[in-house]
């Protein structure tokens, strides 16, 4: 590193950074140095330690130990007023935005400069034309942020940082709610910015990511920092292999599929939510056995709710169904349990919410909605030791660990509490399964594990309907896919034809809707 | 017809003095929701308020210095609501009905120790009462038909609480819309970690915004017993809280509909006590306990049927901590 003989002092260097939660030792003599004026990567996988230390760096936490360094001068960061006053910036994972505010009251939030919300507003919107014009960050002030697309609430916040005067940017997983198109335009931005002088730091988990934007890239595992290197010295295979620790299948060992007969029918499902709001629009979709269809999409286009639908959890209010033989409409609603009954499991979103019950242990958690057969108990007794035998059996066969059939469901690691679920859902042998998310928040090594399980299911014969927010998982797992944009499928691909940047303008909605497209490529300019 | 009209008039009159503890609770509720925290402890700092300005007022012959105390133990109370729910994290409702359990014992006991009347305060005489202003001219103006007596008999006449309640509605508009503080709690209300990001502090603004609302209500619970009325009884709030809670929550979170529900709210009070003993066609006899049971009715249904629809404030009732 240019350290010693650099006239210019490093942006930040952290050393011998530990901090611990309860148990978990989430930083271990973590040490970082940041050449101002580069924009740096931090990659490693979920749990990794990547947020705990920019956590640390913006002063939501304090680190138990280690030394802080930001432009030659040793600081302590007790919490973000500190932080702003460092310059540094942060761009947060989930926005720091207040919903129901108008672009122009967030970004002076904390930054009024007088009691009366008059001058400060003004003063804002002056900065604002300013930042706009140097950096090409343009947004209507007076829009409210919760009206706004995601990849111009994201805009906001990089305004927002460089409002409050911020020198250092971090970006925490900034492309993970963008659409391919939304993420070349952010990364245009971050181009700007560096050329600007502005240092930036982004974490994220995604290869392509570090190679395509960054000079320099750190690796961290496991709380640990592995390796600080050039981006132009080093390929995503080994920065891969250095995430997890051995070497990775990057690529899916994907075969022609052989589909059969039809297994589930949708025929203009439609749903409208309470409020009123159309969340399906006449979707309409066939499934085949032993075919794998992804669902496309920036999340929050209709997918969630398609799986509700499909799943039983809520009733469609137009349109049907048909799974096998049984017709599933909005006079005659189905419910979860039904379903499983025809042949239907479901890998829901949000484990959490709808997966596991966190308090209960592995051997409960594997029964959930299955309770009703008599292999694991004898009707209305349940027998622990029968459940934990059953489980420990499918613990072996999906590699779960620990394999502690009594262990509390909350004490796995994200990957395995994913695969009980998929353990659990799978071993029923189903015609249908529908998966939502499959990988999300999951490790390399489980995502290599659990993407193995889904083509085999496939082979097998079973139909796998997918949704994934994650385009290189449907691009590598799917035989057919379609993309949703608000509520309706506006395309379908073939596995060949698939590419980035073709579902990337379907999920824009650019096609579809034009005319909206065009207007917001507007303001974006 | 003009009997009519005055007894209309006088019911208007009648329907702001009932509505002003109401009002005065309904700001103090929206500046603590509007921080993210639930405040259905408006009724225990009332009471205590109510409480405490009679006492005060007893002993020192002053008004004045008796809602001050009594403002000063509101304070203390929304503090402690808040070294609960914001500082130690706990769970809001159940700090709330704590605090109204405490009032509801606290101001009985204390007051047979001091006063040995049976939990109420001496009668308050009239310099430790707050009295009705009498506008200017309003008797010679008396005589002009409509305007005229619509001054004397609505506008005229009113202690100063009620005038202060009425500009407590403005105050409560004026902060939340034009001053900075009002833009912190509104964004603490619906999104604190980004207050925290912004590098505001969470926990003062919500501290804050529970004094201002202990300030308020402890002058509905001095209006109470030393304006609207003449000494302490016990239980004298009469779930007046809840109904200030239904009606902020009604009005939306906003100072104007809170006004309007208030203003409802007192209005069917003012109604059912006019209608004592009153002959009405068809159904003869006004059947008074109905009439008296109509605005907690209303609160019932209001608060089952149209919260629903209402926005409350996205974090409301969550106590704040930085994620993992």
């Given at each position: 590193?240019?350290?010693?003989?650099?006239?210019?002092?490093?942006?930040?260097?952290?050393?011998?950074?530990?901090?611990?939660?309860?148990d978990?030792?989430?930083?271990?003599?973590?040490?970082?140095?940041?050449?101002?004026?580069?924009?740096?990567?931090?990659?490693?996988?979920?749990?990794?330690?990547?947020?705990?230390?920019?956590s640390?760096?913006?002063?939501?936490?304090?680190?138990?130990?280690?030394?802080?360094?930001?432009?030659?001068?040793t600081?302590?960061?007790?919490?973000?007023?500190?932080?702003?006053?460092?310059?540094?910036?942060?761009?947060?994972?989930?926005?720091?935005?207040?919903?129901?505010?108008?672009?122009?009251?967030?970004?002076?939030?904390?930054?009024?400069?007088?009691?009366?919300?008059?001058?400060?507003?003004?003063?804002?919107?002056?900065?604002?034309?300013?930042?706009?014009?140097?950096?090409?960050?343009?947004?209507?002030?007076?829009?409210?942020?919760?009206?706004?697309?995601?990849?111009?609430?994201?805009?906001?916040?990089?305004?927002?940082?460089?409002?409050?005067?911020?020198?250092?940017?971090?970006?925490?997983?900034p492309?993970?709610?963008?659409?391919?198109q939304?993420?070349?335009q952010?990364?245009?931005?971050?181009r700007?910015?560096?050329?600007?002088?502005?240092?930036?730091?982004?974490i994220?988990?995604?290869?392509?990511?570090?190679?395509?934007?960054?000079?320099?890239?750190?690796v961290?595992?496991?709380?640990?920092?592995?390796?600080?290197?050039?981006?132009?010295?080093?390929?995503?295979?080994?920065?891969?292999?250095?995430?997890?620790?051995?070497?990775?299948?990057?690529?899916?060992?994907?075969?022609?599929?052989?589909?059969?007969?039809?297994?589930?029918?949708?025929?203009d499902l439609?749903?409208?939510?309470?409020?009123?709001?159309?969340?399906?629009?006449?979707?309409?979709?066939?499934?085949?056995?032993?075919?794998?269809?992804?669902?496309?999409?920036?999340?929050?286009?209709?997918?969630?709710?398609?799986?509700?639908v499909?799943?039983?959890?809520m009733a469609?209010?137009?349109?049907?169904?048909?799974?096998?033989t049984?017709?599933?409409?909005?006079?005659?609603?189905?419910?979860?349990?039904?379903?499983?009954?025809?042949?239907?499991?479901?890998?829901p979103?949000?484990?959490?919410?709808?997966g596991?019950v966190?308090p209960?242990?592995?051997?409960?958690?594997?029964i959930?909605?299955?309770?009703?057969?008599?292999?694991?108990?004898?009707?209305?007794?349940?027998?622990?030791?029968?459940l934990?035998?059953?489980?420990?059996?499918r613990?072996?066969?999906?590699?779960?660990?620990?394999p502690?059939?009594?262990?509390?469901?909350?004490n796995?690691?994200?990957?395995?509490?994913?695969?009980?679920?998929?353990?659990r859902?799978?071993?029923?042998?189903?015609?249908?399964?529908?998966?939502?998310?499959?990988?999300?928040?999951?490790?390399?090594?489980?995502?290599e594990f659990?993407?193995?399980?889904?083509i085999?299911?496939?082979?097998?014969?079973?139909?796998?309907?997918?949704?994934?927010?994650?385009?290189?998982?449907?691009?590598?797992l799917?035989?057919?896919?379609?993309?949703?944009?608000?509520?309706?499928?506006?395309?379908?691909?073939?596995?060949?034809?698939?590419?980035?940047?073709?579902?990337?303008?379907?999920?824009?909605?650019?096609?579809?809707?034009?005319?909206?497209?065009?207007?917001?490529?507007?303001?974006?300019? | 017809?003009?009997?009519?009209?005055?007894?209309?008039?006088?019911?208007?009159?009648?329907?702001?003095?009932?509505?002003?503890?109401?009002?005065?609770?309904?700001?103090?509720?929206?500046?603590s929701?509007?921080?993210?925290?639930?405040?259905?402890?408006?009724?225990?700092?009332?009471?205590?308020?109510?409480?405490?300005?009679?006492?005060?007022?007893?002993?020192?012959s002053?008004?004045?210095?008796?809602?001050?105390?009594?403002?000063g133990?509101?304070?203390m109370?929304?503090?402690?609501?808040?070294?609960?729910?914001?500082?130690?994290?706990?769970?809001?409702?159940?700090?709330?009905?704590?605090?109204?359990?405490?009032?509801?014992?606290?101001?009985?006991?204390?007051?047979?120790?001091?006063?040995?009347?049976?939990?109420?305060?001496?009668?308050?005489?009239?310099?430790?009462?707050?009295?009705?202003?009498?506008?200017?001219?309003?008797?010679?103006?008396?005589?002009?038909?409509?305007i005229?007596?619509?001054?004397?008999?609505?506008?005229?006449?009113?202690?100063?609480?009620?005038?202060?309640?009425?500009?407590?509605?403005?105050?409560?508009?004026f902060?939340?819309?034009?001053?900075?503080?009002?833009?912190?709690?509104?964004?603490?209300?619906?999104?604190?970690?980004?207050?925290?990001?912004?590098?505001?502090?969470?926990?003062?603004?919500?501290?804050?915004?529970?004094i201002?609302?202990?300030?308020?209500c402890?002058m509905a619970?001095?209006?109470?017993?030393?304006?609207?009325?003449?000494?302490?009884?016990?239980?004298?709030?009469a779930?007046?809280?809840?109904?200030?809670?239904?009606?902020?929550?009604?009005?939306?979170?906003?100072?104007?509909?809170?006004?309007?529900a208030?203003?409802?709210?007192?209005?069917l009070e003012?109604?059912?006590?006019?209608?004592?003993?009153?002959?009405?066609?068809?159904?003869?006899?006004?059947?008074?306990?109905?009439?008296?049971?109509?605005?907690?009715?209303?609160?019932?249904?209001?608060?089952?049927?149209?919260?629903?629809?209402?926005?409350?404030?996205?974090?409301?009732?969550?106590?704040?901590?930085?994620?993992?």
């Open positions: 590193m240019a350290n010693g003989g650099s006239w210019s002092p490093l942006a930040i260097e952290l050393s011998d950074i530990n901090k611990s939660f309860g978990v030792h989430a930083n271990r003599n973590v040490s970082l140095t940041v050449v101002p004026g580069h924009i740096h990567g931090i990659i490693g996988e979920n749990g990794a330690g990547k947020s705990t230390l920019v640390i760096l913006y002063g939501f936490y304090g680190a138990d130990s280690g030394t802080i360094r930001i432009n030659g001068e600081t302590t960061i007790r919490n973000s007023a500190d932080a702003i006053g460092k310059g540094i910036g942060m761009v947060h994972q989930h926005f720091m935005l207040v919903p129901n505010f108008t672009v122009l009251e967030n970004v002076m939030l904390g930054r009024e400069g007088s009691l009366s919300v008059e001058t400060g507003a003004r003063k804002a919107r002056e900065a604002l034309n300013k930042l706009s014009q140097d950096f090409g960050l343009a947004v209507d002030p007076d829009m409210i942020v919760e009206d706004l697309p995601v990849g111009l609430q994201q805009r906001v916040e990089i305004l927002k940082a460089l409002f409050r005067g911020a020198e250092i940017l971090i970006l925490d997983e492309t993970g709610v963008l659409t391919p939304e993420t070349e952010l990364f245009d931005i971050l700007a910015l560096r050329k600007q002088g502005v240092t930036i730091l982004l994220t988990h995604k290869l392509k990511e570090i190679m395509a934007i960054t000079d320099d890239v750190s961290m595992r496991g709380g640990e920092m592995v390796a600080h290197l050039q981006t132009a010295d080093t390929s995503p295979a080994e920065l891969a292999e250095l995430m997890v620790g051995r070497k990775v299948l990057l690529e899916v060992d994907h075969t022609p599929a052989r589909p059969g007969a039809p297994v589930l029918d949708v025929q439609c749903l409208t939510d309470a409020a009123g709001i159309d969340q399906l629009k006449q979707i309409s979709m066939t499934l085949r056995e032993g075919e794998i269809v992804g669902i496309a999409g920036v999340s929050g286009n209709g997918q969630s709710e398609l799986l509700d499909l799943s039983g959890i469609p209010t137009g349109g049907h169904f048909t799974v096998g049984n017709q599933i409409t909005a006079e005659r609603p189905s419910d979860p349990a039904e379903l499983r009954d025809f042949g239907v499991a479901h890998v979103e949000d484990r959490h919410k709808c596991i966190l209960f242990s592995a051997a409960e958690s594997m959930l909605g299955y309770s009703g057969g008599d292999e694991e108990d004898g009707g209305w007794w349940l027998s622990p030791s029968k934990e035998e059953s489980c420990a059996g613990m072996r066969e999906f590699d779960i660990r620990p502690i059939p009594k262990l509390q469901s909350a796995f690691s994200g990957g395995n509490q994913q695969k009980i679920v998929l353990a859902e799978i071993s029923t042998q189903p015609k249908l399964l529908l998966v939502g998310q499959p990988t999300r928040g999951v490790d390399i090594g489980a995502i659990i993407h193995k399980q889904l085999a299911l496939r082979n097998e014969g079973c139909a796998i309907l997918l949704v994934s927010v994650e385009l290189d998982e449907i691009m590598s799917s035989d057919r896919i379609l993309v949703m944009n608000n509520g309706q499928i506006v395309g379908e691909l073939a596995r060949e034809d698939a590419d980035e940047r073709a579902l990337g303008l379907m999920m824009a909605g650019i096609g579809a809707e034009e005319k909206d497209a065009g207007s917001a490529k507007g303001a974006a300019s | 017809m003009a009997d009519l009209w005055l007894q209309f008039l006088l019911t208007i009159d009648a329907t702001l003095r009932v509505a002003t503890p109401l009002i005065l609770c309904a700001m103090a509720g929206i500046f929701e509007k921080s993210g925290v639930i405040d259905i402890s408006l009724e225990g700092k009332m009471l205590m308020s109510a409480f405490v300005a009679a006492a005060v007022a007893t002993l020192t002053s008004a004045l210095a008796g809602m001050f105390a009594a403002i133990v509101a304070i109370l929304g503090l402690l609501h808040g070294l609960a729910s914001i500082t130690l994290r706990g769970n809001q409702v159940i700090s709330g009905l704590a605090i109204n359990i405490l009032a509801s014992g606290l101001t009985v006991t204390v007051g047979i120790a001091m006063f040995q009347q049976g939990g109420q305060t001496p009668n308050l005489a009239r310099a430790e009462r707050f009295r009705p202003i009498e506008l200017p001219f309003a008797e010679q103006l008396g005589g002009i038909p409509i005229g007596t619509i001054y004397r008999e609505v506008i005229s006449g009113h202690n100063i609480l009620v005038w202060i309640a009425l500009g407590a509605v403005l105050f409560t508009a902060m939340l819309t034009r001053t900075r503080f009002g833009l912190r709690l509104r964004a603490v209300g619906e999104k604190p970690e980004a207050l925290d990001s912004a590098g505001v502090s969470v926990a003062r603004t919500r501290y804050l915004a529970l201002i609302a202990g300030i308020l402890g619970g001095a209006y109470l017993s030393t304006a609207h009325g003449s000494g302490f009884v016990r239980e004298m709030t779930g007046k809280g809840y109904i200030a809670l239904a009606a902020m929550i009604f009005g939306k979170w906003q100072p104007r509909g809170a006004l309007l208030c203003l409802l709210f007192g209005f003012a109604v059912a006590s006019r209608l004592q003993g009153v002959e009405l066609p068809l159904i003869g006899q006004a059947p008074v306990d109905l009439i008296l049971a109509l605005p907690y009715l209303l609160t019932v249904i209001l608060l089952a049927g149209f919260v629903g629809k209402a926005m409350p404030p996205r974090a409301i009732g969550e106590p704040y901590i930085k994620e993992r």
